[in-house]
């Protein structure tokens, strides 16, 4: 059986699987055999199986059994669906792909964004991650003439509006990000380093709005107020983990974040122009006000 055949099969288990929250073998089936892939052919027992150690496998997603339930099938680790986490995002990119490849007949009618940048060398870096090896790069930073040499220990890759980037570790102890695309050339070398035990690249970005973190910037309670529609793209996708909604009136509805208000951040305040504002705190209402002063003054210039 072709591979992409196989693909469909799990992604189609862990949906419907899912999608039930406790389903029987028997149930399962009933599904399986009402869908176009089967055949009209029941999925034997010892297929179902194979297919569950793949999802584990290849996913880590893990399909238990509840015999105090009658035998129901579940997703035991639900989080993975739902986190920033490597699986759910493998397994999303993969869904994806199998529906993008049943819609070819009206390809002209799907429009994209384009592929994360900086994929070139995102394997080499991983690749020096799982070797515990350090990284020789050279880096040329937006506005350099050349480009600069470094010798990095690579700690973990985040991807953040499109782009892969690399939190390396210099051996003075300096931690920087650097963006994948900007390298012109990276390379395993031989030299060995040992992670900090404590690092959790997690919890390093914990606090962070996206790339930028900016570790002596104490993360503060910030509250925006989000008008008209703005709300509801708020709640639909929250712009920080620890973003909740705290009062809500009939045109506006405010939001508490409580992270480290650094510079990508307000950007994003800043792109987003009246439909939303910052309450809370101050100096960051001062500073977003100050922003939308000068791009004023930009087009008062012309």
Known sequence: MATPSLFRQYIW????????????????????????????????????????????????????????????????????????????????????????????????????????SGGAHLQTVIKAMKESLMISAEYRRYGASEPKKFLMMPYCVKLFRQRWYALCRHRNGFFGVFSLDRFERVEVSDLHFDIDPDFDAAEYFSECFGIVSEVNAPAERIVLRAYDSERYFLRDLPLHHTQREIATEEDYSDFEIVMRPTFDFSSHLLSRGIMLKVIEPQWLADEIYEMHLQAAEMYEER
């Open 13 to 116: 288990l862990v949906n419907t699987i899912n999608n039930a929250g406790k389903i029987t073998f028997a149930e399962i089936n009933r599904l399986w055999v009402g869908e176009e892939m089967s055949g009209g052919v029941e999925m034997a027992r010892t297929t179902f199986n194979r297919h569950k150690d793949a999802i584990l496998d290849i996913f880590g997603i893990i399909i238990d059994c509840d015999r105090r339930d009658g035998y129901k099938y579940y997703i035991d680790n639900q989080e993975v669906l739902r986190d920033n986490s490597v699986q759910n995002w493998m397994f999303s990119t993969i869904s994806v792909g199998n529906i993008l490849s049943e819609g070819l007949s009206v390809q002209n009618r799907i429009l994209l964004e384009n592929v994360p």
